[in-house]
T-cell receptor
């Protein structure tokens, strides 16, 4: 158990809908990262927040947005969902803000299925 | 742009034997870090080993070691005395050493361990 929690574990929804994925980082970690893992694209970095502020952006679509709240939990919002958004979404956390030197601890992921 | 290539989609090893997973990367940067992550059937990503590009010595973590060939841009993972619990997807990853370097993953290698 990494100490990172993600809810829900599974989510099934329809095209055009909007969903919110939630992540609680390990106690003491200030950075939260979001990743998407799909068969087509592999594992891709989406976005990083550090202590409430956006820190780095990867291949995140404009239909997707995220935020980190004062209690450091984070939410990833996915809107106007398409079939291709079906994937496993991971959250990870680390103490610091550097992806190179700070070990990231991954959550168990949220499996999103868009029908 | 940095790329990470894992040319072996699947590998198999006999229990107690040694296996080497390959990874090559492309970058023009001099300050970077390389990683191997393990994703068992539980889906949770686990950091196996990290290598700093500026270090000549190959990183080692118990039965896991790397062969880092900087000039050839090669970063292979050797698993010694393979165990059934080593069966998983293994991802090679790259991160720029700067404060905003993203974590870039290869497509992964599925390792099977035969009893």
């Amino acid at each position: 158990d990494s100490g990172v929690t993600q809810t829900p574990k599974h989510l099934i929804t329809a095209t055009g809908q909007r969903v919110t994925l939630r992540c609680s980082p390990r106690s003491g970690d200030l950075s939260v990262y979001w990743y998407q893992q799909s068969l087509d694209q592999g594992l891709q970095f989406l976005i990083q927040y550090y202590n409430g502020e956006e820190r780095a952006k990867g291949n995140i679509l404009e239909r997707f947005s995220a935020q980190q709240f004062p209690d450091l939990h984070s939410e990833l919002n996915l809107s106007s969902l398409e079939l291709g958004d079906s994937a496993l979404y991971f959250c990870a956390s680390s103490v610091g803000l550097r992806m190179s030197t700070d070990t990231q601890y991954f959550g168990p992921g949220t499996r999103l299925t868009v029908l | 742009a940095q790329t990470v290539t894992q040319s072996q989609p699947e590998m198999s090893v006999q229990e107690a034997e040694t296996v080497t997973l390959s990874c090559t990367y492309d970058t023009s940067e001099s300050d970077y870090y390389l990683f191997w992550y393990k994703q068992p059937p539980s889906r949770q990503m686990i950091l196996v080993i990290r290598q700093e590009a500026y270090k000549q010595q190959n990183a080692t973590e118990n039965r896991f070691s790397v062969n880092f060939q900087k000039a050839a841009k090669s970063f292979s993972l050797k698993i010694s005395d393979s165990q059934l619990g080593d069966a998983a997807m293994y991802f090679c990853a790259f991160a720029h050493g700067g404060s905003q370097g993203n974590l870039i993953f290869g497509k992964g290698t599925k390792l099977s361990v035969k009893p």
